[in-house]
């Protein structure tokens, strides 16, 4: 089996091809730049990454490139598709895809997803998704576009309403081992609470927050004023930690924290990948469906990550 990771020597993707390798699962770093990528592809072009796709069995998507044709592209020579991207609507669109193609692998979605199926198994809905992100963390160029660029959308509530990224604040009780000081997170779009509020008939709802009081103001305040987006810092005072808990109805809590959310990313990308390999996937399918949180623990202690 050889893995193909786009964007393979950026924030996510550099860490997936070390630990691919690391497991004894050959991968090849994609991308434009022919210093760094070990198979050089321009994803904006569809011939270039058909070439790329040369004896490849598996893709994973680590490029912020959000272009459903590379997926039709994949399901079509019966290449297994590895999604990281948290947008709604593109992943949505990835569900429709007629072939192998793994949604919601990463951080959020993906480690939520599970924590929250794990939550949902103990003690039934509504469940609320809780992820605190480290604003000090340097994160690569598109996952810092794709936190700003939810500043004034909206997106549909389970109850049928219209909520605002960055609005209707909560509260939620972190464990101490997690190093957040108390204060609200904020409702944020992210697929998962989507599909599992559709597939368990029971409202799941996502909250971000920063460790940064101050950053998570931030995000409050542009939500209101999106067109100051531009004028936003690309770093942010915070550390690297980063926290994931899912809260059922009775009030208790699945969590997991560490440090580096790209790494942590990475971690269960390269989990996901070994679990796709022991299974033949022929439809879209998330990776609920086919990973459970236990098999996820041997590669969390890679990342501080604890459970």
């Not at 999604?83 to 569900?95: F, G, K, P, R």
């Not at 598109?142 to 549909?156: C, D, E």
């Not at 209707?168 to 609200?184: L, N």
Request: charged letters at 20%; a positive charge; glycine letters at 12%.
């Amino acid at each position: 089996m050889s893995v193909l990771v786009l964007g393979g020597y950026g924030a996510v993707g550099a860490h997936l091809v070390r630990l691919l390798r690391a497991g004894g699962t050959p991968a090849l770093a994609a991308g434009r730049d022919p210093a760094r990528a070990d198979r050089v592809v321009d994803l904006s072009k569809m011939d270039s990454f058909r070439a790329a796709l040369s004896g490849v069995s598996m893709v994973v998507n680590c490029a912020g490139i959000e272009d459903v044709r590379l997926a039709g592209e994949c399901a079509h020579r019966g290449i297994a598709f590895v999604e990281i991207s948290a947008t709604s609507e593109y992943v949505q669109a990835l569900e429709h895809v007629d072939g192998p193609v793994v949604l919601g692998v990463g951080l959020a979605p993906g480690l939520t997803t599970l924590l929250a199926v794990e939550a949902l198994s103990r003690a039934g809905g509504p469940v609320d998704i809780m992820i605190g992100l480290g604003s000090g963390e340097h994160h690569g160029p598109a996952a810092t576009a794709w936190t700003y660029q939810l500043t004034g959308k909206r997106f549909p509530d389970p109850d049928g309403a219209t909520i605002r990224n960055f609005t209707k604040p909560a509260c939620f009780t972190i464990p101490e081992k997690a190093g957040y000081k108390p204060f609200p997170a904020l409702r944020a779009d992210f697929a998962d609470q989507h599909r599992l509020t559709r597939e368990f008939a029971v409202p799941v709802r996502t909250y971000l927050r920063l460790d940064s009081r101050l950053a998570t103001v931030g995000l409050a305040g542009l939500t209101w004023a999106p067109a100051l987006r531009t004028l936003a810092p690309r770093r942010m005072p915070g550390s690297d930690r980063w926290v994931v808990l899912a809260r059922a109805s009775d009030g208790s809590a699945q969590w997991a924290t560490g440090r580096g959310q790209s790494l942590a990313t990475a971690a269960v990308a390269a989990a996901t990948v070994r679990e796709i390999a022991r299974h033949r996937i022929t439809t879209s399918t998330w990776i609920h469906e086919i990973l459970e949180i236990g098999k996820l623990w041997p590669g969390l202690p890679a990342t501080g990550g604890r459970l």
